[in-house]
């Protein structure tokens, strides 16, 4: 049976190499960057190769939702929950070594919605998910939502 250590070490040989990225990587695990990226991305290499890294559990909100719910008790929950999606978002990326993120709406706060206005807040998430990842496609993926 394989141990941690020998199946990193195993899998940092295949191409495209995904590991997820941590907020609590230590300073050890990368390397400087080569003239290939841009001075302030990281790097992050296993085996002494450049490995993908993939942050999966990414949240974003969108301030758009907000016009949709006006003195609903849901404006409270629609404003938390996640970040917007702006160039800090990137540079906060390139600083961890994040190489591609997938972002989604945290906790589907819009259950409780009638069904009118949970179709109305899903389909501004998804139209505003869709619109960054298309703008940012070799950065960003998206998991969307339905509105049950």
């Known amino acids: 049976m394989l141990n941690r250590r020998t199946f990193i070490k195993q899998g940092?040989?295949?191409a495209g190499a995904t590991l997820v990225a941590s907020t609590t990587m230590g300073e050890g695990e990368?390397?400087?960057p080569n003239?290939?990226?841009p001075a302030s991305r990281r790097e992050v290499r296993v085996g002494g190769k450049r490995v993908k890294v993939v942050d999966v559990h990414a949240h974003a909100v969108f301030p758009e939702v907000a016009a949709l719910l006006k003195d609903s008790p849901l404006a409270q929950a629609a404003?938390?929950?996640?970040r917007a999606l702006g160039p800090d978002r990137i540079q906060e990326m390139d600083k961890r070594g994040i190489d591609v993120q997938v972002v989604e709406v945290n906790t589907f706060w819009w259950y409780p919605a009638d069904r009118d206005l949970a179709t109305k807040i899903v389909?501004?998430?998804n139209a505003g998910l869709a619109k960054w990842c298309e703008g940012h496609s070799d950065r960003f993926v998206a998991l969307t939502s339905p509105a049950l």
């Open 35 to 37: 003239v290939s990226t």
């Open 30 to 32: 990368a390397q400087t």
């Open 123 to 125: 389909d501004t998430h």
């Open 12 to 14: 940092a040989h295949f």
């Open 79 to 82: 404003r938390g929950g996640g």
